[in-house]
């Protein structure tokens, strides 16, 4: 079935430094494709989309590409800042059954240091 | 209020209680979710209903019993819970017909089993 793997976490950073959360996914036919945030005590929140391979969806100087030859979706923002500290998701959005449904991935933990 | 609101935000309950969350959104929306969210776990899919119809219940047990009375709330009854059962359970609603299906989640309910 569809599926989507980030990397581990813990990700600690200083502020200012380069962020990279890789992204893989499995899926059958072409699914859109999410970045989620969730920041301490709240729910999820949508970050950025992209609906088609070669897209890039970008937020709040966030990124990322959808590249359907290596199926990945990594998110990338050149310069974090404490405000980024937070828990980040990936998710498919699979279109199997009556409903559409997002598949998530387990979350990566952001911690940025100041 | 706006977006989706989900009361109790904490709610602490015996194994042998009785008791809901509800979840309300304000957006229009014709569909909505429940997930289950577990430490260093993917988010879990419980329930889809789109239109008030159930269209997704993915092998949950029978002691998470969802409702919906209407497009713009749901429940999830909660009865002879189990310990492993304590995590924190979102409510999303979303409007599937628009294209990407982005889903806006609400803060959760911290459920713990005792």
């Given at each position: 079935g569809n599926s989507v793997t980030q990397m581990e976490g813990p990700v600690t950073l200083s502020e200012e430094a380069f962020l990279t959360i890789n992204c893989t996914y499995t899926a059958t036919g072409y699914p859109s494709l999410f970045w989620y945030v969730q920041y301490p005590g709240e729910g999820l929140q949508l970050l950025l989309k992209a609906t088609k391979a070669d897209d890039k969806g970008s937020n709040k100087g966030f990124e990322a590409t959808y590249r359907k030859e290596t199926t990945s979706f990594h998110l990338e923002k050149g310069s974090v800042q404490v405000s980024d500290s937070a828990v980040y998701f990936c998710a498919l959005s699979d279109r199997g059954g009556a409903t559409n449904k997002l598949i998530f991935g387990t979350g990566t933990l952001l911690a940025v240091q100041p | 209020e706006t977006g989706v609101t989900q009361t109790p935000r904490h709610l602490v309950m015996g194994m042998t209680n009785k008791k809901s969350l509800k979840c309300e959104q304000h957006?229009?929306?014709?569909a909505m979710y429940w997930y289950k969210q577990s430490a260093k776990k993917p988010l879990e899919l419980m329930f889809v209903y789109n239109f008030k119809e159930q269209t997704e219940n993915n092998s949950v047990p029978s002691r998470f019993s969802p409702e919906c009375p209407n497009s713009s709330h749901l429940f999830l009854h909660l009865h002879t819970?189990?310990?492993?059962?304590s995590a924190l359970y979102l409510c999303a609603s979303s409007?599937?017909?628009?294209?990407?299906?982005v889903l806006t989640f609400g803060a959760g309910s911290r459920l713990t089993v005792l």
């Open positions: - | 957006l229009g929306h014709n819970l189990q310990p492993e059962d409007q599937p017909e628009s294209g990407a299906n």
